[in-house]
């Protein structure tokens, strides 16, 4: 595995590379890391900058620190991993792949996530997301599971605000606050949570070398579309 200096080979070096296996050092905002990868492995040291890994398109981009803003915008395919925090509008867009944070995310994380057929947008946020999270989510999941904030709040204002597709799942957190009319609340039944949230929160808790256990205690809460009150029946079936 070939590790390289950013600040010495730039983007450009980066991308010769191809898809092979490479560890990149010396991170410090340095913008679009990983965007469009179709295959390989990108193992990131630092803190990369705004668009890491947008249009990811199969390939594995493994962060270890933190990412900024808009990470994985508009993913088609793959993983992106980061073993810190996000910035705002995480998985704007998103489209398809996996995009773990095993830290915290800020603002309109998850905006207008989408999935159709048997491709599915999954986002999982270990610890807990500013305001606007899943905003206009018109399909795939979202999981926030709230690691270190049990009992409190874990999503800012207007939860879900205008989705009309997908699912937001919430661990052990409140009810999110100025949750619209628009949107049902429920408590997840065992079937489901073994069904559907086990094997993507093991999956993340092997990622990140963690205890999956720990991610499934509690209860979980899901928050969809009411489909009474939505405008879903003007969009494609996903």
Same mark, same amino acid.
């Given at each position: 595995?070939?590790?390289?200096? #950013?600040?010495?080979?730039?983007?450009?070096?980066?991308?010769?590379?191809?898809?092979?296996?490479?560890?990149?050092?010396?991170?410090?905002?340095? /913008? @679009?890391?990983?965007?469009?990868?179709?295959?390989?492995?990108?193992?990131?040291?630092?803190?990369?900058? !705004?668009?890491?890994?947008?249009?990811?398109?199969?390939?594995?981009?493994?962060?270890?620190?933190?990412?900024?803003?808009?990470?994985?915008?508009?993913?088609?395919?793959?993983?992106?991993?980061?073993?810190?925090? +996000?910035?705002? $509008?995480?998985?704007?867009?998103? /489209?398809?792949?996996?995009?773990?944070?095993?830290?915290?995310?800020?603002?309109?994380?998850?905006?207008?996530?989408?999935?159709?057929?048997?491709?599915?947008?999954?986002?999982?946020?270990?610890? /807990?997301?500013?305001?606007?999270?899943?905003?206009?989510?018109?399909?795939?999941?979202?999981?926030?599971?709230?690691?270190?904030?049990?009992?409190?709040?874990?999503?800012?204002?207007?939860?879900? !605000?205008?989705?009309?597709?997908?699912?937001?799942?919430?661990?052990?957190?409140?009810?999110?606050?100025?949750?619209?009319?628009?949107?049902?609340?429920?408590?997840?039944?065992?079937?489901?949570?073994?069904?559907?949230?086990?094997? #993507?929160?093991?999956?993340? +808790?092997?990622?990140?070398?963690?205890?999956?256990?720990?991610?499934?205690?509690?209860?979980? #809460?899901? #928050?969809?579309?009411?489909?009474?009150?939505?405008?879903?029946?003007? @969009? $494609?079936?996903?």
């Amino acid at each position: 595995m070939e590790a390289l200096d #950013i600040r010495e080979c730039g983007l450009e070096g980066i991308r010769k590379h191809g898809d092979g296996e490479i560890t990149v050092t010396g991170c410090l905002g340095e /913008r @679009y890391i990983g965007c469009g990868m179709k295959e390989g492995v990108l193992r990131i040291k630092g803190t990369p900058g !705004n668009a890491l890994a947008s249009y990811l398109d199969g390939g594995t981009v493994l962060v270890d620190g933190n990412a900024q803003d808009a990470a994985a915008d508009t993913m088609n395919a793959g993983l992106l991993a980061v073993n810190g925090s +996000a910035g705002d $509008a995480l998985a704007y867009g998103m /489209r398809g792949g996996r995009a773990y944070v095993l830290g915290d995310a800020g603002y309109r994380a998850g905006v207008h996530m989408k999935a159709y057929g048997e491709r599915k947008s999954i986002l999982v946020i270990g610890g /807990r997301t500013g305001s606007f999270l899943g905003e206009y989510l018109a399909g795939g999941i979202i999981i926030v599971l709230g690691l270190g904030y049990e009992g409190k709040d874990i999503t800012g204002y207007f939860c879900g !605000n205008g989705m009309y597709a997908g699912t937001i799942y919430l661990r052990t957190g409140k009810v999110p606050l100025n949750l619209s009319d628009k949107l049902v609340k429920r408590n997840v039944e065992e079937e489901e949570k073994e069904d559907i949230l086990r094997p #993507i929160i093991t999956d993340f +808790a092997s990622v990140f070398s963690i205890s999956a256990r720990r991610c499934l205690e509690g209860g979980f #809460i899901a #928050i969809e579309a009411d489909g009474s009150k939505s405008y879903s029946q003007l @969009y $494609a079936a996903v």
